[in-house]
């Protein structure tokens, strides 16, 4: 079983629709969680961190459940642009430092 | 402000030769990270440096290694390349202070081929 796992989607969704991500792990230690987003053929970048009170950036939104061993990923009002993969991210305690797993990342496309 | 920078951005290889994939950080960070992701597979950790001198194995570590130069340089080298090896490869770095909350900063990935 893979430590940090994503549905590869695609979800394919109207502009403006609200579009939620699961990324479930398997390290009940797992200290930090992040989403990052990839753009075609380009190197990820970070979209937001996950918080355990959950946490909001403008149209996006991210949770976290321990107990469940689950983050999610919440975008509103969809736009073109936000067309894009989303890895979720799970740093894990290894020998005193904390190792950035990767979900294979699930894919968004908005259509106008 | 540069950031991580990545050399080559693209490399076709034939089978059996050697490369080194040269990556480079000036944000003073302490851990270092090479990465490959293949189509459906998301990125897969190779190997990574905590700090200075020292390099670990990661996921996929088979037929790759690396040195960790100094602290701005960690290069990745293939003694002879495999098909199996055509991959995207990025470079990461973070601040590798111990803490748990840490956010990678990425190069702009090399293309590589193996014929």
């Known amino acids: 079983r893979k430590e940090v796992e994503q549905d590869p989607g695609p979800f394919n969704v109207p502009e403006g629709a609200t579009v939620a991500f699961n990324c479930t792990y398997s390290n009940s230690a797992s200290q930090s969680f992040f989403w990052y987003r990839q753009d075609c053929r380009k190197e990820p970048k970070l979209l937001m961190s996950v918080y355990s009170s959950g946490n909001e950036d403008g149209r996006f939104t991210a949770q976290l459940n321990r107990a469940s061993q689950y983050i999610s990923l919440l975008i509103r009002d969809s736009k073109l642009s936000d067309s894009a993969t989303y890895l979720c991210?799970?740093?894990?305690?290894?020998?005193?430092?904390?190792?950035?797993?990767f979900g294979r990342g699930t894919s968004l496309i908005v259509h106008p | 402000n540069a950031g991580v920078t990545q050399t080559p951005k693209f490399q076709v290889l034939k089978t059996g030769q050697s490369m080194t994939l040269q990556c480079a950080q000036d944000?003073?960070?302490?851990?270092m990270y090479w990465y490959r992701q293949d189509p459906g597979m998301g990125l897969r950790l190779i190997y990574y440096s905590a700090s200075e001198g020292t390099t670990d194995k990661g996921e996929v570590p088979n037929g790759y290694n690396v040195s960790r130069l100094n602290k701005r340089e960690f290069s990745l080298r293939l003694e002879s390349a495999a098909p199996s090896q055509t991959s995207v490869y990025f470079c990461a770095s973070s601040r590798g202070q111990g803490a748990s909350n840490e956010k990678l900063f990425f190069g702009s990935g090399t293309q590589l081929s193996v014929l």
């Open positions: 991210v799970v740093n894990g305690a290894s020998g005193g430092s904390y190792i950035p797993t």
């Open positions: 944000m003073n960070h302490n851990s």
